[in-house]
């Protein structure tokens, strides 16, 4: 694959590390560090880019304090000439974060930029730059495309170790040197305190930095604010930032675990004092919004939601679903009827609509959830389903009538070079759909990866549901439940589009970046 240069792209990584360094790791356990209040703002969590486009991008930054953001870009890193961007002012309304919409920027090119926070009474004392640096989508198939995914990060307890280097997955990914990274969801576990240390199989202890956010589950605003902070606290992550934009999505652990709209939490369940899972979406997305460089999210957008169609030149177009807000309640998932289904019928409307539109020669459908793994909801031993499947190999029921829907769809339409992509489940694998194994069969075949966890528990492989045919080609995941990360099974995924046959392959990849499979999809076909 023809890929761009990266000019000077480490010299400005060892600046951003530089202007970061009121957040390194502490030696012992304990509370986050506090900044060095010098009397100027300070950018200590680092910068991120997300939902980039051929001539835009949104820059994010959290302040120390009251600060008026600026944005400065380049085409070099040395800033020459800079061209500047007069952001939002950041106040405790937001926690002190925001984002500066850049525009206008040349297609496919390396974007220097450095945010500058600046005292509001006095624009002229400003603190230390943070740099960052990212490329703009190509207009020129031949450039290519590569992107990585994951999910779930610091679950089950199992949170930034400093023995082991932290969040050393991410230091793999970026070594890759992606366009992009797709969080495909539980990008926090907001439900998941995170304790001073936690027992291994051997004996040992895995010991985690802590904060006084996590350590209930989240329920105010700033709880919620708290999650997102703790893992800004981990340098690889922040490096990360850095140097690789983001396409957000969520799940449930940004709020709680399995939730869906309208749930009352049992009042047997004493860790939670407000009992309405709205009221806790509610602040949650929020947070969400705050510390994810979202488009759709920003301060006084029209959309105001989370699924939408981010655009990868001639070659790719992301489709980021959100199969939590719009979704039906967690039950035994066996109607004959079910017009809610997990995406709403307005997602699903839009969805399909975009799919029709796309000329793109690869179509992703970003999905926080499996199509056909069972995820089971037992709360309180009832035998109810959290994601599409149930289990029962048969004609569509539950949320599979409206699946179905959106595959019949593709077929009628012939709608080519459609690829489903999602994390959740806490293990990797490869699942191949055919009609022809399935009791649904109006459909064309079609692909689904599964990568994750980033830093989390591993856990064993799905059952898989019969009803639209899958067959899995690959898996990796433990035997046992909760394997921390000390015990492996931390993985990603790559997908990687070639520019001059149009050739897709994806790798799923191990926490160190060795690859564990691959497999290369032809373009122009309406099944693989």
């Not at 640096?133 to 207009?139: E, M």
Request: proline residues 7%.
């Amino acid at each position: 694959m023809s890929h761009r240069p990266l000019p000077g792209r480490r010299s400005v990584l060892r600046g951003s590390l530089v202007t970061s360094a009121a957040l390194t790791l502490p030696v012992g356990l304990g509370a986050a560090p506090a900044f060095a209040r010098s009397g100027r703002p300070e950018a200590g969590w680092g910068v991120q880019t997300g939902d980039v486009s051929a001539d835009s991008g949104l820059v994010w930054v959290r302040s120390d304090r009251p600060a008026r953001m600026v944005v400065e870009t380049s085409a070099t890193e040395s800033f020459r000439d800079p061209r500047r961007w007069h952001g939002p002012l950041l106040d405790a309304g937001t926690d002190f974060t925001g984002t500066t919409r850049l525009h206008g920027l040349p297609s496919g090119e390396q974007i220097h930029y450095r945010v500058l926070l600046a005292d509001p009474d006095d624009p002229r004392r400003t603190g230390a730059p943070v740099t960052g640096t990212f490329r703009t989508v190509s207009r020129r198939r031949r450039d290519g495309v590569r992107f990585l995914w994951s999910g779930d990060l610091a679950g089950q307890g199992w949170g930034i170790n400093p023995d082991r280097g932290g969040y050393r997955i991410y230091d793999a990914m970026a070594k890759l040197d992606p366009d992009f990274f797709l969080c495909s969801g539980d990008a926090v576990y907001a439900d998941g305190p995170i304790a001073a240390t936690q027992a291994l199989p051997d004996g040992s202890a895995w010991r985690n930095v802590t904060t006084e956010e996590k350590s209930k589950v989240a329920e105010t605003l700033d709880e919620y604010r708290g999650n997102f902070r703790y893992n800004l606290l981990d340098a690889n992550l922040r490096r990360f930032n850095a140097q690789v934009p983001s396409v957000v999505q969520w799940d449930d652990h940004e709020v709680r675990n399995n939730w869906y709209p309208g749930e009352v939490i049992a009042s047997s369940d004493t860790r939670y004092t407000e009992k309405s899972v709205d009221v806790l979406a509610a602040r949650a997305r929020r947070a969400f919004g705050e510390y994810s460089p979202v488009s759709t999210l920003r301060p006084g957008a029209r959309e105001g939601r989370i699924y939408r169609v981010l655009r990868q030149g001639s070659l790719l177009d992301v489709f980021v679903l959100d199969m939590r807000t719009y979704r039906d309640a967690n039950s035994p998932d066996d109607r004959t009827v079910d017009p809610q289904g997990i995406l709403g019928r307005e997602q699903l409307e839009w969805l399909k609509r975009e799919l029709a539109r796309s000329r793109a020669v690869w179509k992703v459908i970003a999905a926080d959830m499996p199509l056909g793994l069972v995820v089971p909801d037992t709360t309180e031993n009832r035998p109810n389903f959290e994601a599409v499947a149930q289990g029962d190999p048969g004609a569509p029921l539950g949320r599979e009538l409206q699946i179905a829907e959106l595959l019949r769809f593709v077929k009628h339409r012939r709608i080519t070079g459609t690829v489903w992509l999602t994390a959740d489940v806490h293990h990797t694998s490869a699942q191949h759909y055919q009609p022809s194994r399935a009791a649904f069969t109006d459909f064309e075949p079609f692909w689904e990866f599964v990568s994750g966890p980033l830093n989390a528990g591993a856990f064993p492989a799905s059952v898989l549901d019969g009803t639209f045919g899958p067959e899995r080609v690959f898996v990796k995941a433990p035997t046992a439940s909760n394997v921390s990360p000390a015990g492996g099974y931390q993985f990603f995924g790559e997908v990687d589009i070639d520019g001059g046959s149009g050739e897709l392959t994806v790798r799923l990849r191990e926490q160190d970046g060795t690859v564990l499979f691959t497999r290369t999809l032809q373009p122009g076909r309406v099944g693989q």
